[in-house]
Protein backbone atom coordinates (compact mmCIF):
# COMPACT_ATOMS: atom_id res chain seq x y z
CA UNK A 1 0.00 0.00 0.00
CA UNK A 2 1.09 3.23 -0.77
CA UNK A 3 1.75 5.32 2.48
CA UNK A 4 1.43 8.89 2.88
CA UNK A 5 4.70 10.43 4.36
CA UNK A 6 5.42 14.01 6.13
CA UNK A 7 9.23 15.12 6.33
CA UNK A 8 9.52 17.89 8.16
CA UNK A 9 12.92 19.63 7.21
CA UNK A 10 12.34 17.72 3.73
CA UNK A 11 14.78 20.44 1.78
CA UNK A 12 17.67 19.96 3.65
CA UNK A 13 20.67 17.35 3.70
CA UNK A 14 19.26 14.50 5.40
CA UNK A 15 15.50 15.34 4.63
CA UNK A 16 16.03 15.53 0.38
CA UNK A 17 17.80 12.48 0.62
CA UNK A 18 15.08 10.61 2.82
CA UNK A 19 11.95 12.54 0.29
CA UNK A 20 14.07 10.60 -2.50
CA UNK A 21 14.40 7.00 -0.42
CA UNK A 22 10.46 7.15 0.50
CA UNK A 23 9.41 7.85 -3.28
CA UNK A 24 11.66 5.29 -4.83
CA UNK A 25 9.69 3.01 -2.20
CA UNK A 26 6.66 3.78 -3.45
CA UNK A 27 5.12 6.54 -0.96
CA UNK A 28 3.51 9.80 -1.52
CA UNK A 29 5.56 12.41 0.44
CA UNK A 30 4.68 15.26 1.93
CA UNK A 31 8.14 17.54 1.97
CA UNK A 32 8.32 20.72 4.54
CA UNK A 33 10.52 23.09 4.68
CA UNK A 34 11.08 26.80 6.08
CA UNK A 35 14.27 26.88 4.00
CA UNK A 36 16.35 28.38 6.85
CA UNK A 37 19.09 25.98 6.45
CA UNK A 38 17.13 23.81 3.85
CA UNK A 39 17.96 24.59 -0.22
CA UNK A 40 15.09 24.53 -2.94
CA UNK A 41 17.63 22.61 -4.97
CA UNK A 42 18.32 19.69 -3.20
CA UNK A 43 14.69 18.83 -4.33
CA UNK A 44 14.51 20.21 -7.81
CA UNK A 45 14.44 17.15 -9.07
CA UNK A 46 11.57 15.68 -6.98
CA UNK A 47 9.24 18.33 -8.29
CA UNK A 48 7.75 16.78 -11.21
CA UNK A 49 7.07 13.62 -9.21
CA UNK A 50 3.48 13.10 -9.56
CA UNK A 51 3.75 11.89 -5.65
CA UNK A 52 5.82 14.48 -4.47
CA UNK A 53 4.14 17.80 -2.59
CA UNK A 54 6.66 20.94 -1.33
CA UNK A 55 4.81 22.88 1.57
CA UNK A 56 6.64 26.04 2.93
CA UNK A 57 6.11 25.89 6.46
CA UNK A 58 7.74 26.48 9.99
CA UNK A 59 7.38 23.59 12.21
CA UNK A 60 7.44 26.26 15.31
CA UNK A 61 3.06 27.07 13.94
CA UNK A 62 0.56 24.30 14.43
CA UNK A 63 0.34 22.26 10.84
CA UNK A 64 -2.71 20.35 9.56
CA UNK A 65 -2.49 16.91 7.42
CA UNK A 66 -3.61 13.76 6.77
CA UNK A 67 -1.01 11.28 6.71
CA UNK A 68 0.20 7.81 8.11
CA UNK A 69 3.85 8.66 8.96
CA UNK A 70 5.99 11.58 10.00
CA UNK A 71 9.94 12.11 10.14
CA UNK A 72 10.49 14.66 11.99
CA UNK A 73 13.86 16.06 10.78
CA UNK A 74 13.11 20.27 10.96
CA UNK A 75 16.14 21.61 12.76
CA UNK A 76 19.47 23.41 12.14
CA UNK A 77 22.33 20.86 12.73
CA UNK A 78 25.22 22.78 12.54
CA UNK A 79 26.92 24.82 14.99
CA UNK A 80 27.09 27.97 12.59
CA UNK A 81 23.60 27.73 11.99
CA UNK A 82 22.08 26.24 15.36
CA UNK A 83 23.76 28.96 17.21
CA UNK A 84 23.11 32.25 14.57
CA UNK A 85 19.74 32.47 16.50
CA UNK A 86 20.10 29.98 19.23
CA UNK A 87 16.37 31.00 20.48
CA UNK A 88 14.77 30.10 17.23
CA UNK A 89 17.16 26.85 17.70
CA UNK A 90 15.23 25.77 21.19
CA UNK A 91 12.20 26.71 19.46
CA UNK A 92 12.54 24.87 16.67
CA UNK A 93 13.56 21.78 18.73
CA UNK A 94 10.69 22.02 20.85
CA UNK A 95 7.67 23.17 19.60
CA UNK A 96 8.56 21.64 16.32
CA UNK A 97 8.02 18.44 18.76
CA UNK A 98 4.73 19.60 20.28
CA UNK A 99 3.57 20.30 16.72
CA UNK A 100 4.16 17.48 15.11
CA UNK A 101 3.60 14.79 17.99
CA UNK A 102 0.24 16.78 18.44
CA UNK A 103 -0.33 16.36 14.62
CA UNK A 104 0.78 12.06 14.80
CA UNK A 105 -1.71 12.77 18.14
CA UNK A 106 -5.22 13.99 16.78
CA UNK A 107 -4.53 11.53 12.87
CA UNK A 108 -2.51 8.38 14.71
CA UNK A 109 0.10 8.55 12.52
CA UNK A 110 3.10 7.03 13.71
CA UNK A 111 6.16 9.59 14.05
CA UNK A 112 10.17 9.16 14.14
CA UNK A 113 12.52 12.11 15.67
CA UNK A 114 15.31 12.71 14.12
CA UNK A 115 17.69 13.13 17.75
CA UNK A 116 21.70 13.73 17.60
CA UNK A 117 24.57 11.76 19.43
CA UNK A 118 24.96 15.58 20.93
CA UNK A 119 22.38 14.93 23.74
CA UNK A 120 25.87 12.67 24.97
CA UNK A 121 27.66 16.35 25.10
CA UNK A 122 30.84 15.48 25.61
CA UNK A 123 31.03 12.46 27.03
CA UNK A 124 32.64 10.60 30.34
CA UNK A 125 32.18 6.90 28.42
CA UNK A 126 33.07 5.64 25.42
CA UNK A 127 32.25 4.34 23.05
CA UNK A 128 28.27 6.27 23.39
CA UNK A 129 25.30 3.34 24.54
CA UNK A 130 21.62 4.88 24.74
CA UNK A 131 21.33 4.00 28.13
CA UNK A 132 24.26 6.79 28.91
CA UNK A 133 22.39 9.85 30.29
CA UNK A 134 24.65 12.02 28.52
CA UNK A 135 27.26 15.26 29.89
CA UNK A 136 25.67 18.56 28.63
CA UNK A 137 26.58 22.26 29.46
CA UNK A 138 23.12 23.98 29.85
CA UNK A 139 24.07 27.14 29.69
CA UNK A 140 26.54 26.67 27.13
CA UNK A 141 27.16 28.06 23.51
CA UNK A 142 26.07 24.64 21.78
CA UNK A 143 22.89 24.13 24.95
CA UNK A 144 20.11 25.46 21.75
CA UNK A 145 20.78 22.46 20.00
CA UNK A 146 21.96 20.01 22.62
CA UNK A 147 19.14 20.94 25.16
CA UNK A 148 16.92 21.49 22.98
CA UNK A 149 17.00 17.68 21.20
CA UNK A 150 16.90 16.55 24.92
CA UNK A 151 13.81 18.37 25.50
CA UNK A 152 12.20 16.80 22.44
CA UNK A 153 12.87 13.67 23.14
CA UNK A 154 11.55 13.84 26.64
CA UNK A 155 8.41 15.32 24.96
CA UNK A 156 8.00 12.27 22.21
CA UNK A 157 8.27 9.68 25.68
CA UNK A 158 5.29 11.73 27.75
CA UNK A 159 3.61 11.89 24.19
CA UNK A 160 3.55 7.89 24.01
CA UNK A 161 3.22 7.17 27.60
CA UNK A 162 0.41 9.71 28.32
CA UNK A 163 -0.93 9.37 24.91
CA UNK A 164 -0.35 6.44 23.34
CA UNK A 165 1.33 8.07 20.51
CA UNK A 166 3.56 5.61 17.72
CA UNK A 167 6.89 7.16 18.21
CA UNK A 168 10.69 6.29 17.20
CA UNK A 169 13.50 8.21 18.65
CA UNK A 170 16.79 7.82 16.77
CA UNK A 171 20.10 9.00 17.83
CA UNK A 172 22.02 10.60 14.77
CA UNK A 173 25.91 10.41 14.60
CA UNK A 174 28.04 12.50 12.29
CA UNK A 175 26.76 12.36 9.25
CA UNK A 176 28.17 13.36 5.68
CA UNK A 177 27.59 13.09 1.76
CA UNK A 178 26.09 14.87 -1.35
CA UNK A 179 24.06 18.23 -0.39
CA UNK A 180 25.63 19.09 2.68
CA UNK A 181 25.57 22.81 2.90
CA UNK A 182 29.63 23.89 1.46
CA UNK A 183 29.19 26.76 4.34
CA UNK A 184 27.87 24.51 7.56
CA UNK A 185 30.92 24.45 9.32
CA UNK A 186 30.89 20.54 9.42
CA UNK A 187 33.80 19.52 9.19
CA UNK A 188 33.82 17.22 6.36
CA UNK A 189 32.24 19.90 4.30
CA UNK A 190 34.56 22.02 5.64
CA UNK A 191 37.39 20.19 4.70
CA UNK A 192 36.66 19.18 1.18
CA UNK A 193 35.23 22.61 0.35
CA UNK A 194 39.01 23.90 1.47
CA UNK A 195 40.54 20.96 -0.14
CA UNK A 196 39.22 21.86 -3.37
CA UNK A 197 40.20 25.47 -3.21
CA UNK A 198 43.68 24.99 -1.87
CA UNK A 199 42.78 27.13 1.31
CA UNK A 200 44.25 26.51 4.41
CA UNK A 201 42.56 23.50 6.33
CA UNK A 202 41.45 24.35 9.66
CA UNK A 203 41.63 21.65 12.53
CA UNK A 204 40.34 23.21 15.45
CA UNK A 205 42.60 22.02 18.53
CA UNK A 206 45.89 19.31 18.08
CA UNK A 207 43.24 17.32 15.72
CA UNK A 208 43.37 14.45 18.26
CA UNK A 209 39.72 14.51 19.23
CA UNK A 210 37.79 11.70 17.09
CA UNK A 211 34.68 11.93 15.75
CA UNK A 212 32.44 8.47 13.65
CA UNK A 213 31.45 9.69 10.41
CA UNK A 214 28.33 7.64 8.31
CA UNK A 215 27.41 7.80 4.75
CA UNK A 216 24.02 9.04 4.17
CA UNK A 217 22.79 6.21 2.43
CA UNK A 218 23.86 4.04 5.37
CA UNK A 219 22.06 5.94 7.56
CA UNK A 220 18.73 6.43 5.99
CA UNK A 221 18.69 2.91 5.56
CA UNK A 222 18.78 2.34 9.25
CA UNK A 223 16.58 5.53 9.48
CA UNK A 224 13.45 3.58 7.42
CA UNK A 225 14.16 0.22 8.99
CA UNK A 226 13.13 2.06 12.50
CA UNK A 227 10.15 3.33 11.16
CA UNK A 228 9.33 -0.32 10.06
CA UNK A 229 9.57 -1.53 13.32
CA UNK A 230 6.67 -2.77 15.61
CA UNK A 231 4.88 -0.03 17.99
CA UNK A 232 6.74 -2.04 20.91
CA UNK A 233 9.81 -0.65 19.62
CA UNK A 234 10.64 3.13 20.16
CA UNK A 235 14.36 3.58 20.94
CA UNK A 236 16.30 5.36 21.63
CA UNK A 237 18.62 4.09 19.15
CA UNK A 238 22.18 5.05 17.89
CA UNK A 239 22.20 5.18 14.13
CA UNK A 240 26.12 6.11 13.02
CA UNK A 241 28.95 4.65 11.89
CA UNK A 242 31.37 3.25 14.81
CA UNK A 243 34.67 3.36 12.92
CA UNK A 244 36.70 6.14 15.14
CA UNK A 245 38.53 8.63 12.97
CA UNK A 246 40.60 11.54 14.23
CA UNK A 247 40.20 14.65 12.65
CA UNK A 248 43.71 14.80 11.39
CA UNK A 249 43.25 11.39 9.97
CA UNK A 250 40.85 12.69 8.10
CA UNK A 251 42.03 16.24 6.97
CA UNK A 252 44.98 14.00 5.64
CA UNK A 253 41.98 11.36 3.87
CA UNK A 254 40.68 14.38 2.36
CA UNK A 255 44.34 15.80 1.24
CA UNK A 256 44.99 12.50 -0.33
CA UNK A 257 41.63 12.09 -2.37
CA UNK A 258 41.42 15.97 -3.93
CA UNK A 259 45.18 15.59 -4.66
CA UNK A 260 45.17 19.42 -2.83
CA UNK A 261 47.95 21.77 -1.75
CA UNK A 262 46.03 23.20 1.14
CA UNK A 263 48.07 23.23 4.35
CA UNK A 264 47.02 22.04 7.54
CA UNK A 265 46.60 25.00 10.49
CA UNK A 266 45.73 24.41 14.01
CA UNK A 267 43.13 27.26 15.99
CA UNK A 268 41.52 26.70 19.37
CA UNK A 269 39.33 24.45 19.90
CA UNK A 270 35.65 25.73 20.30
CA UNK A 271 33.24 25.72 23.75
CA UNK A 272 32.02 22.17 24.84
CA UNK A 273 33.30 20.90 21.65
CA UNK A 274 33.38 16.80 22.69
CA UNK A 275 36.84 15.20 22.08
CA UNK A 276 35.60 11.78 21.35
CA UNK A 277 32.05 10.38 19.19
CA UNK A 278 31.68 6.98 18.88
CA UNK A 279 28.66 5.34 18.58
CA UNK A 280 27.94 1.94 20.00
CA UNK A 281 25.52 0.15 17.54
CA UNK A 282 24.40 -2.95 19.38
CA UNK A 283 21.23 -2.47 19.31
CA UNK A 284 20.65 -1.12 15.99
CA UNK A 285 22.51 -4.28 14.62
CA UNK A 286 20.24 -6.38 17.16
CA UNK A 287 16.50 -4.77 16.57
CA UNK A 288 17.01 -3.46 13.25
CA UNK A 289 19.22 -5.63 11.44
CA UNK A 290 21.13 -2.44 11.03
CA UNK A 291 25.05 -1.77 10.52
CA UNK A 292 26.79 0.49 8.15
CA UNK A 293 28.51 -0.84 4.89
CA UNK A 294 30.07 2.09 2.86
CA UNK A 295 33.73 2.95 4.00
CA UNK A 296 34.70 6.55 4.49
CA UNK A 297 37.30 6.54 1.88
CA UNK A 298 34.60 5.45 -0.64
CA UNK A 299 31.53 7.82 0.68
CA UNK A 300 34.10 11.01 0.93
CA UNK A 301 35.03 10.26 -2.89
CA UNK A 302 31.57 10.62 -3.74
CA UNK A 303 30.91 13.61 -1.36
CA UNK A 304 34.04 15.06 -3.22
CA UNK A 305 32.82 14.35 -6.09
CA UNK A 306 29.55 16.35 -5.57
CA UNK A 307 31.40 19.38 -4.39
CA UNK A 308 33.82 19.26 -7.10
CA UNK A 309 30.39 19.82 -9.28
CA UNK A 310 28.68 22.51 -7.00
CA UNK A 311 31.82 24.60 -6.75
CA UNK A 312 31.85 25.49 -9.93
CA UNK A 313 28.73 26.78 -10.64
Known amino acids: MR ?7 GAGFLGSHLCEKLLEQGNDVICLDNYFTGDKRNIAHLIGNPYFEVIRHDVTQPFYIEVDEIYNLACPASPIHYQFNPIKTIKTSVMGAINMLGLAKRIRAKILQASTSEVYGDPEIHPQTESYWGHVNPIGSRACYD ?9 FMNYHIQNKVRIKIMRIFNTYGPRMHPHDGRVVSNFIVQALKNEDITIYGDGSQTRSFCYVDDLLEGMVKLMQTGDEFIG ?28 LIFLPLPEDDPMQRQPDITLAKKVLDWEPKIPLEEGLGRTIEYFRETLDK
Open 3 to 9: KRILVTG
Open 236 to 263: PVNVGNPGEFTILELAEKVLKLTGSKSK
Open 147 to 155: EGKRCAEAL
